[in-house]
């Protein structure tokens, strides 16, 4: 083996040691989040969430709207072949410690088995109120849906907020 590429290897073998890994660390100042979220609704609706920053939680009402792209009952495919639409949900939180609006967007997968459907995609704060003030953050949710009358949709958002 060449001289130089056992030693860019050396070096970036020794930069990883010595960072240590990313994985399971929190960044600085910030706070791990996790909403989780049980809704009734297409267009819009409402239902309950609960939200934890760590220690103890907050819970209560959301609302939200939500549209779809492209729009009506035109699916897209990816590029392996699986069929969806892209969802952008504005959420409404109000709890006991204040409100907190959350934007999602993401593709939604028809698993083509029953009435269901997995969501997932990236989630940011846009504003906030009481203890919710001034916050930022966001992360990714994952959920699932299930098209009843009205549809129900369960997520789980998770990431990092900074006070």
Not at 3 to 32: D, E, N, Q, Y
Not at 99 to 116: D, E, F, Q
Request: glycine share 18%; aromatic share 10%; hydrophobic share 35%.
């Amino acid at each position: 083996m060449n001289r130089k590429v056992l030693a860019v290897a050396a070096i970036g073998i020794f930069a990883v040691m010595s960072l240590g890994s990313p994985l399971g660390a929190t960044p600085a100042g910030k706070k791990l989040i996790r909403i989780d979220s049980r809704v009734l609704g297409v267009q819009g609706g409402s239902g309950t969430f609960f939200l934890s920053l760590g220690t103890g939680g907050d819970l209560g009402k959301v609302t939200f709207t939500r549209s779809f792209r492209p729009a009506g009952d035109i699916e897209a495919t990816a590029p392996d072949g699986q069929r969806y639409t892209t969802a952008t949900e504005t959420d409404t939180l109000k709890g006991k410690k204040g409100t907190l609006v959350i934007r999602a967007v993401g593709p939604a997968y028809s698993l083509g088995i029953g009435n269901y459907e997995v969501w997932n995609g990236t989630w940011s704060i846009v504003s906030g109120s009481g203890d919710y003030s001034g916050m930022k953050g966001g992360g990714r949710y994952f959920g699932i849906a299930v098209q009843t009358q009205p549809p129900a949709v369960t997520k789980r958002y998770t990431g990092f907020v900074q006070p």
